[in-house]
């Protein structure tokens, strides 16, 4: 999946930021393409000289950019949030279901949950901050958040631009980190649910932070685990990496079977049991986990919720329960 001028779509940058995240394009949003918790009516701390306490909401607009397929379907995307409500507001330029090069200008609403606007109060928290870059980048899209008040507006600009000739002067405000704002509304504008269907169920959990990139090329501890079932077949199959006997060396695992009709019932339950959003909790000793849900032509990928206290800027949406569904999978392994 790839949200034009977010991470993942082509690029370019005239210097190099450390920050920095690449990105192509117009407004629109291919399908395709890519702390702690406060109350539900209200912003999250301030975080990094952001504004957030006291905000009744906010808006994002992205617009201008490469021109794309998708430029004549919306020069514009823009999201709008009200805390009180929680109404969660969106225009986007979308593909339509089993077409390649057909759009339309996706436009609704919907009343975001508990969960969810725990999510916004962490991502809007953990994953925002002010930027310093001094890079000049070219022909992505001009992102822009504007915090709401009772009595006035703050406006917040991505900072790919930050560097280039003239806007240096601008004044303008620049913050890291609203890519992965926009991927998250994109995503709670896309899906109300998690869908429960599938052709085929990946998922992958890292069962602890890993001090360096060593469970890349061996087998320990820190090693991922990946679960795949086909619906179709009821085919469960496994890598995993893991002691086979208490205190013996940890060993590469992999293996399939045959679900029966129960089983496989057993995985449907633990993934409609998912619910979008955030618990609020914060911990490193829980596992990070995603999901892939595959039907189709279509990919939907989830992460859990343990991601929202992160910096991480480019987390799927987040889910709680994914905990309970790789359990399920792990106690199918035989």
Not at 18 to 25: M, Y
């Amino acid at each position: 999946m790839c949200l034009s001028g977010l991470a993942g779509c082509a690029g370019n940058r005239m210097s190099v930021d450390p920050n920095g995240v690449g990105g192509t394009g117009g407004a629109g949003v291919n399908p395709r393409g890519t702390g702690g918790s406060a109350p539900t009516t209200s912003a999250p701390a301030a975080r990094a000289g952001i504004e957030l306490v006291g905000s009744t909401g906010f808006r994002v607009n992205v617009s201008g950019g490469m021109p794309t397929p998708m430029s004549a379907c919306s020069s514009s995307t823009s999201f709008a949030l009200d805390f009180a409500s929680k109404l969660l507001s969106w225009s986007y330029c979308d593909e339509v279901a089993g077409s390649t090069n057909s759009y339309f200008v996706n436009q609704g609403s919907r009343t975001l949950s508990d969960a969810e606007m725990k999510e916004v109060s962490m991502v809007l928290a953990n994953q925002l901050s002010l930027s310093n870059s001094k890079s000049c980048g070219e022909d992505k899209a001009n992102e822009v958040l504007t915090m709401v008040f009772p009595d006035h507006t703050t406006n917040y600009w991505d900072d790919f631009y930050a560097g280039c000739q003239g806007v240096q002067s601008s004044g303008n405000i620049y913050i890291y980190g609203l890519d992965g704002l926009i991927y998250y509304l994109w995503s709670a504008a896309r899906y109300a649910t998690v869908p429960t269907e599938f052709d085929t169920l990946d998922v992958s959990v890292q069962p602890m932070p890993s001090p360096d990139l060593s469970w890349m090329a061996t087998c320990d501890s820190y090693s991922e685990s990946e679960y795949k079932v086909v619906a179709s077949t009821r085919e469960l199959s496994w890598s995993l990496c893991r002691a086979t006997t208490p205190g013996a060396a940890f060993a590469s695992v992999a293996g399939s079977r045959i679900l029966t009709d129960a089983e496989l019932a057993s995985v449907s339950a633990g993934l409609a049991a998912l619910v979008l959003g955030a618990s609020g909790e914060c911990t490193t000793a829980r596992p990070d986990i995603s999901v892939s849900i595959y039907l189709g032509t279509d990919e939907a990928l989830f992460s859990s919720d343990v991601g929202a206290c992160t910096t991480n800027r480019m987390s799927p949406p987040y889910v709680v329960g994914l905990d309970s569904l790789s359990a399920i999978l792990a106690g199918l392994v035989h």
